[in-house]
């Protein structure tokens, strides 16, 4: 099973600012087959990145994603208000379990 | 417009069985992958596991193997996750949740069914 882990935990910014968040596997993820949802407080995930780099429909452009092999990024370029929520990377590459990350806060500081 | 429409919250007593229920529509139901994520209050996303209506076949991850049933009803355009014996720590909001291939990413969710289990 592949285990993936999110940095930073939790991570502090204005609007406006850059952020960076990290999703590192413990192994090769085959076919970059790693995807990014968001989550608001009290409604289901959303999908953001699919294919490590490819946006959802209706996906605004600033946010991105990049990686290849253990090591991806998601990075949203300039904040707005409603980005501040939990993100979270998932694997899909390997047979099942299709595993999650345990999360990013973004938070507004 | 796809959508998925999950059943009410459910409060239920240690030891009680429960089925609850997701409802796809705007799509083919039996071309799909169904998935369910747990999400522990306060906690993160967990895959329990998926099925295709098409054929019922059913995947589980290991740490839920065993501990719940997935099924789903084609002709109803339904899929199922069921407890036969509950237990508190399977309190928890549960997400249904669509994808195309066994080996794919989910691009559409249910709202999500909070399931209380407690004495």
């Known amino acids: 099973e592949i285990v993936l882990t999110q940095s930073p935990g939790t991570l502090s910014l204005s609007p406006g600012e850059r952020a960076t968040l990290s999703c590192r596997a413990s192994?090769?993820?085959?076919?970059?087959?790693l995807a990014w949802y968001q989550q608001k407080p009290g409604q289901a995930p959303r999908l953001l990145i699919y294919g490590a780099s490819s946006r959802a429909t209706g996906i605004p452009d600033r946010f991105s994603g990049s990686g290849s092999g253990t090591d991806f990024t998601l990075t949203i370029s300039r904040l707005e208000p409603e980005d501040f929520a939990v993100y979270y990377c998932q694997q899909y590459g390997s047979s099942p379990p299709n595993t999650f990350g345990q999360g990013t806060k973004l938070e507004i500081k | 417009e796809v959508q998925l429409v999950q059943s009410g919250a459910e409060v239920k007593k240690p030891g009680e069985s429960l089925k609850i229920s997701c409802k796809g529509s705007?799509?083919?139901?039996?071309?799909?992958?169904i998935g369910w994520v747990r999400q522990m209050p306060g906690k993160g996303l967990e895959w329990m596991g998926i099925i295709y209506p098409g054929d019922s076949d059913t995947r589980y991850s290991p740490s839920f193997q065993g501990q719940v049933t997935i099924s789903a009803d084609k002709s109803i355009s339904t899929a199922y996750l069921q407890w036969s014996s509950l237990k508190a720590s399977d309190t928890a909001m549960y997400y249904c949740a669509r994808q195309r291939g066994s080996r794919y990413y989910f691009d559409y969710w249910g709202q999500g069914t909070l399931v209380t289990v407690s004495s």
């Open positions: 705007g799509y083919s139901f039996t071309s799909y992958w």
């Open positions: 192994q090769s993820v085959s076919s970059s087959y």
